[in-house]
């Protein structure tokens, strides 16, 4: 509960989860081990990332029926409500009937980095430092006060999407715990506000939407664009030879002669399973799969002479579309 500027839970019996997580039955394990009740309320859209042994309910909306579930069910002064990858917006009513324990989990220094994107926007960013912190659900989007947070340097060998995710949770997973044995302890933790005049806010990203590279970027700015959509999504997308083409495996190259910036996306050399491509700089790109949509690597068919190339309506609907994300999946906002 909280009081003033102090967080704590007395009798601390049950965890609730409102979304979902890719270590969810890892997590549900280790509360259980330490005697707490662990349930988890998701969306239709996550229902597919909940594995079976992991009691679950699915709630669409967060109407009187979801209400009735967590009044005969929960008591909020006993109970930690927990937010992870949740897509519902939780207003003052519902954070008033968890009695100020709706808490959230989130992997940015806040208040930089708030909203979604996950670890798309880190990379194009060039930012190293791997944050585990839980805040205060309040009425805006990740600005509650938090509650306690720690900081690593990510690997040097991360590199894309797949590679920060598998740090993070490994990382998530000890932070987590931690927290949960504090609270089990009776341990306070002192609220920290943040602050409203630093920040910065990012949107979702989906990758069949936000994925098409700029060849007029320059090198660097291209092979951050291709490895931040690279797995475990499908990989950034142009187009060659009039097909969409998703690019992935990109090594920023200097062996070349330096290029003009018409050259920009051309097939300067081929070898067999690689390509390099003149970017509109000095240096080079290597590219090991270039993929079309049913995920075959093309590369060997390809020529040099060749070029990629992403039309600017295609460039522009990227940009101006935003996504979001609702209970049933994917929404499409154009602004």
């Known amino acids: 509960m909280k009081e003033n500027t102090i967080f704590r839970i007395d009798n601390f019996k049950n965890v609730l989860v409102l979304g979902s997580s890719l270590n969810l039955s890892i997590l549900y394990r280790h509360v259980q081990d330490l005697g707490l009740n662990f349930f988890v309320i998701t969306s239709p859209d996550q229902e597919v990332e909940i594995e079976e042994k992991v009691p679950y309910k699915v709630f669409e909306k967060l109407d009187k029926h979801f209400i009735e579930f967590i009044q005969n069910r929960y008591h909020n002064n006993c109970t930690l409500f927990i937010s992870l990858g949740s897509r519902w917006i939780f207003d003052s009513n519902i954070i008033n009937l968890m009695g100020g324990n709706l808490v959230n989990f989130h992997c940015s220094r806040l208040p930089f980095d708030a909203g979604g994107g996950g670890f798309s926007w880190r990379i194009l960013k060039k930012d190293r430092i791997n944050t585990q912190l839980v805040h205060l659900v309040d009425s805006g989007i990740d600005t509650g006060p938090i509650i306690t947070s720690y900081s690593s340097i990510f690997p040097s060998d991360c590199r894309i999407p797949q590679d920060f995710e598998s740090y993070h949770l490994k990382s998530f997973e000890k932070f987590f715990m931690k927290f949960i044995s504090s609270l089990i302890k009776g341990e306070s933790f002192s609220l920290k506000h943040q602050p409203n005049y630093i920040g910065s806010y990012y949107p979702r990203l989906e990758t069949s939407i936000n994925s098409w590279i700029n060849w007029c970027w320059d090198s660097d700015q291209i092979v951050d664009f291709i490895n931040a959509f690279d797995s475990p999504y499908k990989g950034a997308s142009t187009y060659i030879n009039n097909i969409r083409v998703r690019i992935r495996n990109v090594q920023l190259h200097g062996g070349e002669l330096p290029s003009h910036p018409y050259m920009s996306g051309i097939i300067s050399r081929k070898q067999k399973g690689w390509i390099v491509i003149s970017t509109s700089d000095k240096f080079s790109l290597i590219v090991e799969n270039v993929e079309i949509e049913d995920g075959s690597n093309i590369i060997d068919s390809l020529y040099a ?29 154009t602004k």
Do not use: Q, W
């Open 305 to 333: 002479g060749n070029r990629f190339y992403t039309d600017n309506d295609t460039l522009l609907e990227s940009m101006t579309n935003r996504v979001k994300f609702g209970p049933n999946g994917i929404l499409k906002e």
